[in-house]
């Protein structure tokens, strides 16, 4: 993927009709499935030559549609452009931003990035104090925030990532215990030195050599939580299977999906209880920011060439504080 995949485009700002909202796209999100868009594996289907979609901090800048009003703060679907219109509806139905939550931390770690892993740690993986936890991706976004929620719930957490500045931050800031840099370390040699009684939780946001590894070293009652495969969105064909599989039953291992959207209602208390984290200094916010719309493909890339630490973002521009439509 490279900027040769997009066009530039200008067009006027669209007007809305009844049922509709236009919205001032003021920061987007970044997540390796926006890929599987582009080869229309994705859900919404996005043919060649219509606007990129993804997830959005914006200002309602007009709106016909019920709940919404000129100057809203909301985070929803939208598109990679200055104005999109929107009906509210998407992967993710439109909401509303607490005027107490700055934009780019509704998208990250209190948006989707952040509740995919604090529903996929504390309500599919169902930490126990003590127990070792290991997270793939463990610098991104996701792998970052999961990391840090199993070590707030008294676990040992082990991250693999890539690169030494991606360690560093994992085991500084990150405060996990230890981490893998898996472009030049043997993976399955440092989990066995580093989980001698085995692995608890794997929650796994790459899939492909890594999932295996873990899955082999799964102790009782192990769990692999499954909450994305970047490598696997990649891939021209489909990988052979894991062939550790079968340790699950001899572990009597769990192996589960989490869809943070599956847990939309009860954002609001996994906001709360990370909002406490954050201002308590338990959790790190880790953003890796990109400035600019025209910068947009290439901070999708970035995803795909390991470069960011952190959720990946791209500011457009600050709310307006005049009354706008
Ligand atoms: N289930 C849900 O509800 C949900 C919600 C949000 C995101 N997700 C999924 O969670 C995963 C993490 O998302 P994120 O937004 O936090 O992304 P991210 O981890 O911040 O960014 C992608 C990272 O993946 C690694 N990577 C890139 N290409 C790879 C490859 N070919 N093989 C293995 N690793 C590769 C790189 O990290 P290293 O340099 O460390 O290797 C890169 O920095 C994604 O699979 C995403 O689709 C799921």
Redesign the pocket.
Known sequence: MNDANFRWATSTVPVPTDGQMLLRNLWL?????QY?LMRSIGDPDLPVGSVMRGLAVSQVVDSRLAGFRAGDIVHGFSGWEDYSLSDGKGFLDTAQVPPSVPPNLALGTLG??G??AYF?VVEVARPRAGETFVV?????????IAGQIAKIHGLRVIG????KA?VDWLVGEGRFDAAID??IEDVGARLTALCPDGIDIFFD????P?LDEALGRLRTEGRVI??????????KDLPPGPANYLNLCMVRGRME??????YAARFPEAAKAMLAWIHSGQLRSKE?VAIGLENAPGALA???????????LLKIADPSTTPVG
């Open positions: 999100s970044f997540d390796p499935t599987l989707v990035t509740m995919a996929g793939s991706g463990a610098a991104g976004g996701v792998g970052s693999i990532t890539g690169g991606k898996h472009r946001n790459v899939g492909g890594v499954v909450c994305g495969g970047t490598s696997r969105y990649v891939a999906g989490i869809l943070a959207r599956d890796d970035r995803l795909f060439r390991g470069e960011n630490i952190g959720k990946q």
